[in-house]
């Protein structure tokens, strides 16, 4: 799907003989087994935040009056990504009309592999070629509505070179954004490029709606916040990242290899030595006695998570996920999410399919599904939370163990980063979720829905229950791990 959608010639192909029609313009069906011909058409506006529902294929950015960023994320599945700024005036109340002339607007067309860019500043103008060294392009606004883009004039591959360039080289464009609003398309359904702006909700509208395909009720079941069912069923969605097309190449994929070694064989602290409290949330002591603080060694708060689908209704709006924060000191965490029995004391049950392991400090992550290094778009003072979050089925007790990670920056709900991955021991009823820490990481569970939200409003409904929780301290050592000292 590496084409499906860049290319000017093909996004806004001009139905034959039509271009004289005025709004609404009638969308042609399409289905996902193919590329698409055309996006011409009005489409029905669905609001929605990044944290919820991946911007996927096409959609629709507010710019705000401040700096934004045009974020490329993740990067393996973004080929090229395609952003027009055209007047608001085209987006109605909730809809949007799609038409031949936005080719003529500002663009800029984002090749991350071979770091090109290519833009267009004023109505009609000539496509030049620039090059971008970063996953994301920063705007810097300057006066109201306008914006600065710093880029270089030519291939930049070494860091030396890059410094160098940064340091006196760069070249500034020029946009004028007034009034403007930006639509932005992708090459792949897997890609989640997006608009990041400071101190902002990633909200945006999505253009597709399931009426615009072909077969409306093959699509895969929603993946939102909430499994909301409507007078259909579940609400249909285009994305699905375990579809079967996936599975069936991936299906042999494990993980195998295990990063954190250190916590074989785990040697625990005598917990009457540490006088340690029944809570693990907020475990914080001015102490001298380093087994009381619980900072400088490695430690668990092991929750015992209850579901509880059964005293909700299932047309409710529900949370289903859980939130770690992370402090500004952290160089590692793994969360083994198991069978409420399995302890940290039974770390022996441990199975590898069953871990979620993050490293700030080298910037990458490794799901449960295989041993693929996912790179992480910040270290522990740029990420403040990460979101897991499941997606099945509650009516299905065996799930479909489909696992969402979001993270984001600045604090706040703003979760930009969207990872997937296949996770069945998540989609149990009734688990434990061992947070595991490398010294002085200062991370936690936010188990208060108010904290999550932070706000004193009423929270969202969530499945996952927090019961109760106990801390474990090790006294395993890695030897080799001393960017924490």
């Given amino acids: 799907m590496t084409s499906l959608l860049i290319a000017t010639c093909i996004l806004f192909t001009s139905v034959s ?8 313009y009638k969308v042609s069906p399409w289905s996902l087994a193919g590329p698409i011909s055309s996006l011409q058409g009005t489409y029905q506006m669905r609001t929605t935040l990044i944290s919820e529902y991946p911007p996927s294929l096409a959609s629709v950015w507010e710019l705000g009056s401040a700096d934004f960023n ?14 027009f700024f055209i007047n608001k005036k085209h987006k109605g109340i909730g809809r949007f009309h799609i038409e031949t002339d936005m080719v003529k ?32 392009i920063p705007f810097v606004n300057y006066e109201t509505g306008k914006y600065k883009l710093q880029v270089t004039e030519s291939e930049v591959r070494k860091i030396n070179d890059y410094n160098k360039a940064t340091a006196g080289r760069m070249t500034e464009i020029d946009f004028n954004l007034s009034d403007k609003i930006a639509l932005m398309v992708t090459n792949s359904r897997f890609c989640f490029a997006h608009i990041t ?6 909200s945006y509208d999505a253009l597709f709606d399931p009426e ?5 009720d093959e699509l895969p079941q929603v993946l939102t916040i909430s499994n909301k069912k409507t007078r259909k069923g579940y609400v249909p ?7 079967s097309s996936w599975t069936a190449v991936n299906s042999g994929l494990k993980k195998t290899v295990d990063l954190l070694p250190v916590l074989k064989n785990p040697e625990f602290h005598d917990k009457t030595a540490m006088r340690q409290k029944s809570h693990c949330n907020g475990f914080v002591s001015t102490s001298r006695n380093p087994l009381k603080r619980a900072i400088g060694v ?13 005293h909700m209704s299932t047309t409710e709006f529900i949370d289903d996920h859980f939130i770690v924060s992370i402090g500004q000191t952290c160089s590692w965490i793994r969360l083994w999410i198991t069978d409420k029995d399995n302890t940290m004391e039974k770390y022996g049950n441990m199975k590898l399919s069953e871990t979620i392991d993050i490293f700030f400090n080298q910037q990458f992550f490794v799901g449960p599904d295989s041993d693929e290094a996912r790179p992480l778009s910040g270290n522990s003072t740029q990420i403040d939370r990460i979101a897991i979050r499941r997606h099945w089925d509650h009516s299905d007790s065996k799930g479909e163990g489909v696992a969402q990670m979001s993270y984001g920056r600045d604090g706040g709900q703003n979760f930009p980063y969207i990872e997937y991955f296949k996770m069945d021991s998540l989609s149990q009823q009734n688990i434990r979720i061992n947070l ?16 999550r939200l932070s706000s004193a409003n009423k929270p969202t409904p969530n499945y996952f229950e927090f019961v109760s929780c106990e801390r474990f301290l090790l006294n395993n050592e890695n030897t080799h791990d001393k960017s924490n000292e």
Avoid: M
């Avoid at 003989?17 to 609404?24: E, L, M, N, Y």
């Fill in 105 to 136: 607007n500002e663009s800029l067309t984002f090749y991350p592999p071979i770091q090109k860019l290519e833009v267009i500043t004023g109505k009609g103008g000539t496509p030049k070629t620039y090059f971008n060294q970063r996953s994301s």
């Fill in 197 to 202: 702006k400071d101190g902002s909700e990633s």
């Fill in 237 to 243: 969605s285009l994305f699905h990242p375990l579809q």
């Fill in 436 to 451: 595991i820490k490398a010294k002085s990481c200062q991370a936690n569970i936010i188990t208060s829905p108010q904290t």
């Fill in 70 to 83: 045009i974020v490329i994320w993740p990067p393996k599945h973004c080929q090229a990504v395609q952003v």
């Fill in 212 to 216: 615009v395909y072909e077969k409306p």
């Fill in 298 to 310: 490695i430690s668990v708060d092991s929750w015992e998570v209850n579901d509880i689908n059964a």
């Fill in 17 to 24: 003989g039509q271009a004289a029609i005025t709004p609404p």
